[in-house]
Nanobody
Framework: QVQLVESGGALVQAGGSLRLSCAAS????????MGWYRQAPGKQREMVAG???????DYADSVKGRFTISRDNAKNTVYLLMNSLKPEDTAVYYC?????????????????WGQGTQVTVSS
């Protein structure tokens, strides 16, 4: 089993900054993709940012230039630095981690989600 613990969500004024953290623990052999998603009330969950093991990143168009995703492989942790926050960034943010629990064998892949952390941006 792989567990994810998120932190960093808060209430912030428009134009402010927050940094979200997500630490993975448990039966982890390797991690390939780490990412952040968000879900606003009445809307579907959407991808915000993702990062591969080699450091390649991808962002939703709505956050490019404002958000930065990074990871610490030694700590199995992914971060999301959010600058210039807007009210439309208000949502529950979820981290997602994909990897393997063992170096070989069947059924070793995992795809885990965090419990979510609330980010509220006031205007």
């Amino acid at each position: 089993q792989v567990q994810l613990v998120e932190s960093g969500g808060a209430l912030v004024q428009a134009g402010g900054s927050l940094r979200l953290s997500c630490a993975a623990s448990g039966s982890i052999y390797s991690i390939s993709t780490m990412g952040w998603y968000r879900q606003a009330p009445g809307k579907q969950r959407e991808m915000v940012a993702g990062i591969l093991g080699g450091g390649i990143t991808d962002y939703a168009d709505s956050v490019k230039g404002r958000f930065t995703i990074s990871r610490d492989n030694a700590k199995n942790t992914v971060y999301l630095l959010m600058n210039s926050l807007k009210p439309e960034d208000t949502a529950v943010y979820y981290c997602n981690v994909i990897g393997t629990t063992q170096p070989w064998g069947l059924n070793t892949a995992f795809n885990s989600w965090g419990q979510g952390t609330q980010v509220t941006v006031s205007s």
